[in-house]
């Protein structure tokens, strides 16, 4: 059975509260979660997955403009991940310019949130092939071997992190996994909040 800690906690908003701390029950460390999983359970944490049965003929992209409104003290802090049954390559852009596609909306992580995306609203899937901009994110995503513990035989995936601490206003950003005739999944995930906020 967890242990127990009562805590004094001071804060303008609430005043003085008296709130019981939960403590692990082998080693009595405090019971705590990362701050990303906190985004989550504060309702501003979101994502946007699609996959696709043939990468050479439909391959997989999000992109989406940042609002006109102030949002430079907004904070993006964003996990990518794209897989592939085979050799592909994946290319992350800013600045650049692209078209089409069907606009869609990010999910928030904690469903009965009614939390919107501040930075991703006006968000697209698919579209034509981007131009310009500037790369900031980027991986091949290889063949593997027989396999191992984490991918199966012939599989092939990648796991980064672009922190956009402050999106530039009216800037298009594109996320865009191309490859060979073979399934692929893209998966976006992050968190937004304003600078130093609570």
């Avoid at 990518?80 to 085979?86: D, F, L, Y």
């Avoid at 199966?152 to 990648?158: P, V």
């Avoid at 999944?185 to 600078?195: I, V």
Wanted: aromatic residues 10%; proline residues 4%.
């Amino acid at each position: 059975m967890p242990r127990t800690i009562d805590c004094i906690v001071i804060s303008s908003a609430d005043r003085t509260k008296l709130r019981t701390l939960q403590l692990d029950a082998s080693t009595l460390a405090l019971t705590i979660v990362d701050y990303p999983h906190h985004e989550v359970h504060d309702g501003r944490s979101f994502k946007l997955y699609a996959r696709s049965l043939n990468l050479s003929t439909t391959p997989l992209q999000f992109y989406f403009t940042t609002p006109t409104v102030a949002v430079t003290e907004r904070r993006l802090h964003l996990v990518e991940i794209a897989w592939s049954g085979g050799e592909a390559e994946f290319v992350a852009l800013r600045g650049c310019t692209v078209s089409g596609g069907v606009a869609t909306a990010p999910k928030n992580r904690r469903h009965d949130s009614p939390n919107n995306s501040i930075i991703l609203g006006n968000c697209f899937v698919g579209g034509n092939a981007p131009t310009g901009g500037e790369e900031f994110s980027g991986e091949y995503l290889g063949q593997s071997g027989a396999g191992n513990s984490s991918t199966s035989a012939g599989r092939s995936r990648g796991d980064c992190t672009a922190a956009l601490s402050r999106p530039f206003r009216e800037t298009t950003y594109s996320f865009r996994l191309t490859g060979g005739a073979y399934r692929g999944n893209l998966f976006l995930g992050w968190y937004e909040h304003a600078d130093k906020e609570k």
